[in-house]
């Protein structure tokens, strides 16, 4: 096809790339320093914290129980519904000891105004079966008795003094005993009965391990795809690609980083999929490109490009907004567990759009591409052996 075949219906998209760049830039700029001053908002899955299952008798109020979980102290709590109306997931990225020792504050106002909780330490081996050391100030040993630490949650207490501070130790740490406190506090201020049905602590060096492979995981996926576009295209256009990934990646970070969303293992999965989605158009757009450039010999490269956008942007509307439907219905009605997943691709789906369109090929005007970038190298003598 002619770009005189073309005609009007052929839409100048490269007549914009000037502002495209400035616009793509100016994002690129934001979402890096956003990445650099507020940093990502990294979930439960990377930092590590508290998770327990908990039922409740009845459907569970989701809105109630995070104000409960938020009064009680526990560090960024989530509380999710998991498997049915009933079943609550609650996470927090502190211990649940957390929430304990604002519990214990709480308790510890009553006795004096001066007491206060100094320090949490592992019991002495040598003491039984007891699990914890607490060491309080501003308190008699007196003090600390069952209205202070309900045997109900620590199980057997041994109080002693030590110089100006009172030590108790506790058969159950501070953890476990919160753990317990807590499903009475929800089970009375939400009028049900909330029964534990699993707890676990997910360490931070499990976070840092899986944080560490997820970014390997992004570059390693960047190379592959560079070294594929270059082998199945040139090499011109292998970094039109990395770059379109480069900044869809970056700037889906950085909407997270500037909105403080939580960033877990889901976020992760969608930023991968948004590579393979974003990879997926701009293969599309790149194969019509080499098509045209030997149909359309007297054509500049320019008229090349637009040519080759308009005859696939039917397609990439097509396929990006029903992709967004589903996705918009999964971030609306999917739950706070899928919301961010969603989200991630939402943002990513829209970007990858506009960089198939424009950063790809804008790449391809900054490197001058032209039909010899594309034509096989002629071998020598090739010439001589076809003479009769």
Excluded at 278 to 298: A, C, G, H, Q, Y
Aim: glycine share 8%; net charge negative.
């Amino acid at each position: 096809m002619s770009s005189e075949q073309a005609g009007n219906k052929t839409i100048n998209f490269m007549g914009a790339y000037l502002p495209a760049t400035v616009l793509s830039v100016v994002l690129l700029i934001a979402s890096i320093t956003a990445l650099t001053v507020n940093g990502l908002k990294f979930g439960l899955d990377f930092t590590g914290g508290a998770q327990v299952e908990v039922s409740f008798s009845q459907p569970a109020d989701i809105p109630e129980i995070r104000k409960i979980l938020n009064d009680e102290g526990l560090v960024n709590p989530v509380a999710v519904l998991f498997g049915s109306d009933s079943e609550v997931l609650i996470r927090s990225q502190g211990a649940m000891s957390d929430g304990g020792e604002t519990s214990l504050a709480r308790r510890l106002a009553g006795v004096s105004a001066n007491a206060a909780l100094v320090s949490v330490d592992r019991a002495p081996r040598d003491r039984g079966n007891y699990a914890q050391s607490l060491t309080f100030s501003g308190v008699s040993a007196a003090d600390i008795n069952d209205s202070v630490l309900p045997a109900k949650y620590f199980g057997s207490i041994e109080v002693s003094s030590a110089g100006s501070n009172v030590v108790a130790l506790t058969e159950n740490s501070l953890d476990t005993a919160y753990t317990d406190e807590l499903l009475d506090v929800l089970a009375a201020k939400t009028g049900t009965d909330v029964e534990l049905r699993r707890s676990e602590f997910v360490g931070p060096q499990i976070g840092a391990e899986l944080r560490d492979e997820g970014g390997l995981g992004m570059l390693l996926a960047l190379a592959v795809v560079m070294m594929y576009v270059a082998v199945r295209f040139q090499f011109k256009f292998s970094v039109g690609a990395v770059l379109a990934l480069v900044h869809d990646v970056i700037i889906v970070l950085g909407f997270f980083a500037l909105f403080q969303i939580d960033f877990d293992l889901t976020v992760l999965a969608a930023v991968l999929a948004v590579i393979g989605y974003s990879l997926n158009d701009t293969i599309v757009v790149f194969d019509r490109v080499r098509e045209n450039f030997p149909r359309m010999r007297k054509s500049s490269p320019v008229e090349v490009i637009n040519t080759s956008l308009t005859q696939s942007l039917e397609r990439t509307l097509i396929t990006s907004l029903t992709t967004l439907l589903v996705l918009m219905m999964l971030f609306i009605f999917g739950g706070e567990l899928i919301s961010g997943f969603a989200l991630a691709l939402i943002v990513g789906i829209v970007v990858g759009t506009y960089s198939s369109i424009y950063v790809s090929c804008n790449t391809l005007m900054w490197l001058r591409i032209v039909k010899e970038d594309l034509m096989p190298p002629v071998k020598e003598g090739s010439e001589i052996d076809e003479m009769p």
